[in-house]
Every structure is written in structure tokens, then in C-alpha cells.
């Protein structure tokens, strides 16, 4: 069964970091694209930044840009999002997504439609 799941979302002081995971079962995620989104409730899910570890490829949002980064685990076939001075503004719930699919091969999307598999949501806040 595909599953995601992430955790590691919990309440930060503004200028903390946190890292959170998601991590990986009956597929194996390095070998399909990637991608970190987070929704502020009644707003659209916000893509933050995709990846595509086959070729080291990585693309960002201008939410992503700067402050957040990727780094994985294939040992444990987790992710993980890495994130620096943490803002109020970027309390919500974070989300990773991937897409099953090898065609294409490479590259990877920011759009939020092209993904078919999503973990549950971990929360992170932010507070002043």
C-alpha cells in the first residue's frame, strides 16, 4: 500500500528552524518526483518547493525560496524539509506529495494537480 506520512510539525518561536519528515512506504521515494506544499486553512494549498533526486534537481517557490531546503534518508525512505527563520506567516499545514509516474523520467512540477499522492498534514506554528 502507497502510503506518506509526515510528522515532525510542532509550535516554534519566530527565527526557529524545524525539520520535518515524510516518510515512505510500499514505494520507494527516490525514485519519483517529489514535492512540499503547505495550506493555511481557507486558502489554496501553496507549493513550496519539488524535486527530483534521480537527477538532483530541484525547484522552488518564491514561499520556498532562500529558507527552505530538502535533504532525504534513503535508508528510512524519508524526506525531509528542512527550514530556517521561520516566520509567522509561515504557519500552516505542510504536506508532501509525489507522483508515481517515471514519464517523463526527470524534472518535476510545481503544480500542485500533478501530484497523486499525499501524506496527511503536519502542523507547524509559528508565533512572535
Known amino acids: 500500500q502507497v502510503q506518506l506520512v509526515e510528522s515532525g510539525g510542532r509550535s516554534v518561536q519566530s527565527g526557529g528552524s524545524l525539520r520535518l519528515s515524510c516518510t515512505a512506504s510500499?514505494?520507494?521515494?527516490?525514485?519519483?518526483?517529489h514535492a512540499w506544499f503547505r495550506q493555511v486553512p481557507g486558502q489554496e494549498r501553496e507549493t513550496i518547493l519539488c524535486?527530483?533526486?534521480?537527477?538532483?534537481?530541484?525547484r522552488y517557490t518564491d514561499a520556498g525560496e532562500g529558507r527552505f531546503s530538502v535533504s532525504w534518508d534513503d535508508a528510512k525512505n524519508a524526506a525531509f524539509l528542512e527550514m530556517k527563520d521561520l516566520k509567522p506567516e509561515d504557519t500552516a499545514v505542510y504536506y508532501c506529495?509525489?507522483?508515481?509516474?517515471?514519464?517523463?523520467?526527470?524534472?518535476?512540477?510545481?503544480?500542485?494537480?500533478?501530484?497523486?499522492?499525499w501524506g496527511q498534514g503536519t502542523q507547524v506554528t509559528v508565533s512572535q
Open positions: 510500499g514505494f520507494t521515494l527516490h525514485y519519483y518526483r
Open positions: 524535486y527530483n533526486q534521480r537527477e538532483d534537481m530541484y
Open positions: 506529495a509525489t507522483e508515481l509516474s517515471l514519464n517523463p523520467p526527470y524534472g518535476c512540477y510545481l503544480d500542485v494537480k500533478k501530484y497523486d499522492y
